[in-house]
């Protein structure tokens, strides 16, 4: 479930004060309860998966890209697989641990492991969510936001677009306040 932690110190972990602060962002947060059953548990388990089991993966949650499809026209979705074993994953990391936006939503759900996604509120005090498995999450295009995994570098999360061309970081030169 997901945590903020805020400027100053202090950490919400209810879910109606979290979606509360988060509003005026226009970030949403929900909780999608992961599919039941052994093999689901075991593929999100797996450090790392072959490509025939992120389809299945996929397959298991696909229900929510259909409902994705048909109310906001999502044409696409990938699976992120991240571990410590990955070459280069400090450098892939490090280009989203800046402060930019995009052109078009970042939405994930979370499926295995823990991240972190940086705001930065209109007053310009930061906050920091943590999402784990079973967290959805929208980020609006052109918000302001900032993503950095800790300890155990893993991760599972599908990616859902409306435009893929839209989802590169455009940076904006905010220092980052929270660590
Ligand atoms: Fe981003």
Not at 58 to 67: C, N, T
Not at 127 to 133: C, G, P, Y
């Amino acid at each position: 479930m997901a945590e903020l932690r805020l400027q100053g110190g202090s950490t919400v972990t209810a879910p109606q004060e979290i979606a509360k602060l988060l509003a005026p962002l226009g970030v949403q947060l929900r909780y999608w309860p992961l599919p039941d059953g052994p093999r689901s548990t075991e593929l999100r388990a797996a450090k790392t998966l072959s490509a025939n089991e992120q389809d299945e993966l996929l397959g298991l949650v696909d229900h929510r890209f259909r409902s994705l499809q048909d109310e906001f026209g999502y044409e696409a979705r990938d699976l992120i697989v991240l571990h410590e074993d990955i070459p280069n994953l400090a450098a892939a990391l490090a280009k989203f641990a800046d402060i930019h936006y995009h052109e078009d939503d970042e939405v994930r759900y979370v499926l295995d492991g823990t991240g972190y996604f940086g705001f930065v509120t209109a007053t310009g005090d930061q906050m920091l969510l943590k999402v784990s498995a079973g967290d959805y999450i929208n980020v609006p295009a052109r918000t302001e936001h900032w993503f950095v995994m800790r300890d155990a570098p893993r991760i599972k999360a599908v990616r859902y677009f409306i435009d893929k061309e839209g989802w590169v970081p455009v940076y904006t030169n905010t220092a980052v306040a929270l660590a």
